[in-house]
């Protein structure tokens, strides 16, 4: 569970499991790529991302505040994130964090999209001393008559394999109406991190299963992360 992944699912109409316990005030950068859907080249789609990000924590985490941007390009419009959070649950085995959070494009150019709301709910429990098993739950809403009204979902797995290294895996799920039809859309991501300190570093990979998930976020996508804490 990584921010920059989260940043890019969350433009694209899915969310992303992430630890909902992370703490600390700092910044992310993150390079992704989007491939095409199957066999279509689009210039929507086969793209270099940019994007990064800055994280304030209050309270003991019970007041979070996120800001990122995807950096725009020829092809890309760009956008950013806002969103306020709070972990309200930090037990021994459960966490439970809640966010609110919004999606704005640059532009107001229809091929831009539309402003998205985005509440959602991280939910996590810990199986012995390395295995975590996490949730996100969530609304992806457009801010405009006919726009999107997603219900996303995604259910993960992590393990913290040696020293600083983890890995995780999760299923994605987001179904409800798009594009004045029914949309499903299932994916599946793997992906690695390495925690040096205050630094973070991550690798994350992404498949689209059906039609609707290829529309939704291209077929696939990979995402490198540098993550910087400070004050945990």
């Given at each position: 569970p990584h921010e920059g992944s989260a940043l890019l699912l969350q433009q694209g109409g899915v969310f992303g499991v992430r630890d909902e316990r992370r703490r600390g005030t700092g910044a992310y950068l993150a390079f992704g790529y989007v491939g095409s859907r199957r066999g279509e080249p689009d210039e929507h789609y086969d793209r270099l991302t940019v994007s990064?990000?800055?994280?304030?924590a209050f309270l003991d985490e019970r007041l979070r505040v996120d800001v990122a941007l995807e950096v725009p390009d020829d092809t890309q419009h760009g956008a950013g994130w806002a969103a306020a959070s709070s972990?309200?649950?930090d037990g021994p085995m459960v966490g439970l964090a809640?966010?609110?959070?919004?999606w704005v494009p640059f532009s107001d150019q229809a091929e831009a999209g539309a402003a998205r709301l985005a509440p959602s709910a991280d939910l996590s429990l810990l199986i012995g001393r390395r295995v975590t098993m996490r949730t996100r739950q969530g609304a992806l809403v457009d801010l405009e008559s006919g726009g999107a009204r997603l219900w996303s979902s995604a259910?993960?797995?992590d393990v913290w394999a040696v020293g600083p290294l983890?890995?995780?895996a999760e299923v994605i799920l987001a179904v409800g109406v798009a594009q004045?039809?029914?949309v499903v859309a299932p994916a599946a991501a793997i992906g690695v991190s390495l925690r040096l300190s205050i630094v973070t570093a991550s690798f994350v990979g992404?498949?689209?299963f059906t039609t609707d998930a290829a529309e939704l976020l291209g077929q696939y996508s990979a995402m490198a992360t540098v993550r910087v804490s400070a004050f945990e």
């Open positions: 990064g990000g800055l994280r304030a972990l309200l649950l809640i966010e609110v959070g919004a259910y993960g797995l983890s890995a995780g004045d039809r029914l992404r498949y689209g």
